[in-house]
């Protein structure tokens, strides 16, 4: 992995936050966020798996839902966040860009977070887990779907296709174009570099 790959799968795991650093993630431009205060009640009296309990919904830089500790961002035209879940957190930074993150702590990221410029347009990311994310960040047309809980997929590149179904995960990265990666099992950790590779971990069946 370049010099450039590691420092933009480091910036944005620092930016995302997992666990306690994700309280603290500036993701406050543009979106409604509670304050710290409000999160800290809301942390003491919600019930984390009860549905619309922590729900918020941003399309075109516009927040149209904000309850409880989730969080969602977006920018551009046609982009579309929508996060559920205690910490759940959602970004679709560009035009065409759509992210959606379904659990507790739950990370979906399409083109980037609020703190930083677009990387890309017209990608989909879609995490259903808890403690999982999924990132497409660095070109256009990219489409990660993450099912499972401890995943984190990161993807540096265009027009690929990354299939997640398992646990655990962690890390797994797809850095290039074209490429279709399909992952079925628990506890996979690679990198995966170049363009215009498929390749299938375990038993994914059709």
Known sequence: ???TAIGRVGAVAVMLGVGAALAATPWAAGVAAASPNELHANARSDNPRQPDQNRAISTNGVVHVQK???QAFSSGQGSTAIADGFNARASANGDGNHAQADGLSAVAVAGGVSTESS?????RVFVKGDNSSGTAVGGNGNKVDVNGDGNSIFVQGGSNDVTVKGDNNNPFNVLGDANTVK?????N???ITGNGQKTTIGKCGR
């Open 183 to 187: 992952i079925c099992g628990n506890g």
């Open 119 to 123: 990387t890309g347009v017209n990608n």
């Open 1 to 3: 992995m370049g010099t």
């Open 189 to 191: 950790q690679q990198t």
């Open 68 to 70: 409880g500790t989730a």
